[in-house]
């Protein structure tokens, strides 16, 4: 079980430059997100799926785009890569009960645009 | 939209001393809230989950507290060691219509000294 997973770990892009980031789970869940984090500025969320086929705009969601096509993957592109979009990113995975939610997270993607 | 304070934002103290880290959020409309750490460089690493009807949750030398009512959680770290230096975050989970996120604080910075 390997839990949540993100490809790739490290990229380097150069401005305008475009990429997909993957995230895939094997815990058969329902909720999928993408973050970014900032130094100083916390995570925030970019975009969220609550099921295959579906996607919402989070927080911060300009300049990114996101698919759901399985169940287990959720991708974030960026179609042209500017400065501002160097950060860290984290996807997460979760299953809503009645009780509320719990999310795993993956190892994250740490994206540099110069 | 929800805003959640961590305070302090850093913390130092010696090891086997007992602490607790503040997290207040302002929309009592609640999940959910989620305690996570996360080490320099690594992804979060969720230690507790507390449902919005419970008061604590424990998990070892871990003891988390929701005031649902004031928008106020505690994490109490009993004996802390150097392995306990990591960032915390906070995360409740929004539960009014049409939402289905955390929203993290920028977390508190903790040290224990050897």
């Known amino acids: 079980n390997a839990g949540v997973t993100q490809t790739p770990k490290f990229r380097v892009l150069k401005t305008g430059q475009s990429m997909t980031l993957l995230c895939a789970q094997d815990?058969?869940?329902?909720?999928m997100y993408w973050y970014r984090q900032d130094p100083g500025m916390g995570l925030r969320l970019i975009h969220y799926?609550?099921?295959?086929?579906?996607?919402a705009k989070g927080e911060v969601p300009d300049g990114y785009n996101v698919s759901r096509l399985k169940k287990q993957n959720f991708l974030l592109g960026l179609e042209s890569a500017a400065p501002s979009q160097t950060s860290v990113y984290f996807c997460?995975?979760?299953?809503?009960?009645?009780?509320?939610?719990?999310?795993?997270f993956g190892p994250g993607t740490r994206l540099t645009v110069t | 939209k929800q805003e959640v304070t961590q305070i302090p934002a850093a913390l130092s103290v010696p090891e086997g001393e007992n602490l607790v880290l503040n997290c207040s959020f302002t929309?009592?409309?609640?999940?959910?809230l989620q305690w996570f750490r996360q080490d320099p460089g690594k992804g979060l690493t969720s230690l507790l989950l507390?449902?919005?009807?419970?008061r604590e949750q424990t998990s070892g030398r871990l003891n988390a507290s929701l005031d649902k009512s004031s928008g106020r959680s505690t994490l109490y770290i009993a004996a802390s060691q150097p392995g306990d230096s990591a960032t915390y975050l906070c995360?409740?989970?929004?539960?009014?219509?049409?939402?289905?996120?955390?929203?993290f604080g920028k977390g508190t910075k903790l040290s224990v000294i050897p």
């Open positions: 507390i449902q919005s009807s419970q």
């Open positions: 815990m058969n869940h329902e909720y």
């Open positions: 799926s609550v099921g295959e086929g579906t996607t």
């Open positions: 997460a995975s979760s299953v809503l009960t009645g009780t509320g939610s719990e999310q795993y």
């Open positions: 995360a409740p989970f929004a539960s009014g219509a049409g939402s289905y996120q955390l929203t």
């Open positions: 929309d009592s409309a609640i999940y959910n």
